[in-house]
Nanobody
Framework: QVQPVESGGGLVQPGGSLRLSCAAS????????MGWYRQFPGKERNMIAA???????VYADAVKGRFTISRDNTKNTIYLQMNNLKLEDTAVYYC?????????WGQGTQVTVSS
């Protein structure tokens, strides 16, 4: 199967915004809730935002009120709008199904928040 492709990361100042995109395979996208995960250096990946096929959404407390997840079912793509970024948001961001599929991790996209 084709791995997801995450994009949109970069270097941003505290308080700034980024929009991440994840293009997923059609079979995975159509049959699963999808989510964004992030991984800090030396730590496990943790889910931060999830969206079901029907559009129900859950956020981790750390990003609630600042991040917005969405999905475009016509493009097999999910997005993560990240506003008011903080230094502690610096991480590699991945997308995967919810719950994650072990062999379905992409390369991720690096988000660095720094002044």
């Amino acid at each position: 199967q084709v791995q997801p492709v995450e994009s949109g990361g970069g270097l941003v100042q505290p308080g700034g915004s980024l929009r991440l995109s994840c293009a997923a395979s059609g079979s995975i996208f159509s049959n699963n809730a999808m989510g964004w995960y992030r991984q800090f250096p030396g730590k496990e990946r943790n889910m931060i935002a999830a969206i079901t096929r029907g559009g129900s959404i859950v956020y981790a407390d750390a990003v609630k009120g600042r991040f917005t997840i969405s999905r475009d079912n016509t493009k097999n793509t999910i997005y993560l709008q990240m506003n008011n970024l903080k230094l502690e948001d610096t991480a590699v961001y991945y997308c995967n199904a919810i719950p994650f599929i072990h062999n379905y991790w992409g390369q991720g996209t690096q988000v660095t928040v720094s002044s």
